[in-house]
């Protein structure tokens, strides 16, 4: 019962999230063309968590499912706003430029909620805050697993079209890619998996930053038929280190914060990677 209904959900959420985060990086990665593109440095994470502080701190509704809607609805709105800033200024600079001030808008309208919220509900999206895996239901579970899977499948039936779209938009439309379609799918992807992980998980959308960068620099792979899945597999494993971080590998009585844990092993091991590559290139 034990292992059905706590530890086995808690493996599923945190491998699903893993591979969901960290695919939705590589496709903003690739839409953007941009290193630095991702949930949490073009403010989609933020944008969920302003739909999470609305629930929560707000008291506009209640229960599992109204978070998860919120958070979707707040990522999607999130990329729309990149979306509408992408096709009016081409510059990846004022593109990065608008994700953090969208994350700083929204950081402050979440900051005056935590000021006027009660103590519980404070108390709460805190706690949310810190990141886990822990919390989810056997139902979240298949919940994030049916959506990352259906995801990978997506991007798998879009791979050619990402391969193109690394060549350049205008070599991509010569070949053949609707542009809309394909800005779109990766919109409703994108949205769908941050906001669905970012409500059961917090915002721990750093790994959608550090896989990608980590899977090319270990492979020097630019296929997406092999980037997609490979950078799942890594996603989906570094969550489960980070969950061991978390579930207190030094014997402390309640572990460390999940987004910490998540920053001290994947920060490091990119620079790593990075530095070693750059060596080696010499």
Not at 262 to 280: A, E, H, N, Q, R
Request: proline share 3%.
């Amino acid at each position: 019962l034990i292992l059905w209904d706590v530890r086995m959900p808690r493996t599923a959420i945190a491998m699903a999230a893993g591979a969901g985060l960290s695919l939705c990086g590589l496709l903003l990665q690739t839409w953007f063309g941009n290193p630095l593109a991702g949930p949490s440095v073009l403010g989609v994470s933020s944008g969920a968590g302003m739909g999470v502080a609305l629930v929560v701190l707000a008291g506009m509704a209640g229960g599992w499912m109204a978070t998860t809607a919120a958070a979707v609805l707040g990522s999607g709105a999130a990329l729309v706003l990149i979306l509408f800033v992408a096709n009016r200024f081409r510059g990846a600079a004022s593109l990065l430029i608008f994700g953090l001030m969208l994350n700083y808008v929204l950081g402050a309208l979440i900051t005056v909620l935590q000021a006027e919220a009660d103590q519980a509900a404070l108390q709460q999206f805190v706690f949310w805050g810190m990141g886990t895996f822990g919390q989810g239901t056997v139902e979240a579970a298949w919940s994030l697993g049916i959506l990352t899977c259906g995801a990978l499948l997506g991007a798998w039936m879009m791979r050619r079209d990402l391969d193109a779209w690394t060549l350049g938009a205008l070599t991509a439309r010569s070949m053949g890619v609707n542009d809309r379609r394909f800005r779109w799918a990766i919109v409703w992807m994108s949205g769908l998996l941050t906001g669905g992980i970012t409500a059961v998980c917090g915002p721990v959308a750093f790994l959608g930053l550090a896989t990608p960068h980590l899977v090319r620099l270990l492979t020097r792979e630019r296929r997406h038929a092999v980037l997609i899945p490979l950078t799942a597999i890594v996603g989906a494993n570094l969550a489960l280190l980070a969950d061991w971080g978390v579930k207190g590998m030094l014997g402390m009585e309640h572990g460390w914060p999940l987004n910490a844990v998540l920053s001290l092993i994947g920060g490091p091991m990119v620079v790593w990677v990075l530095v070693t590559k750059t060596k080696s290139a010499v």
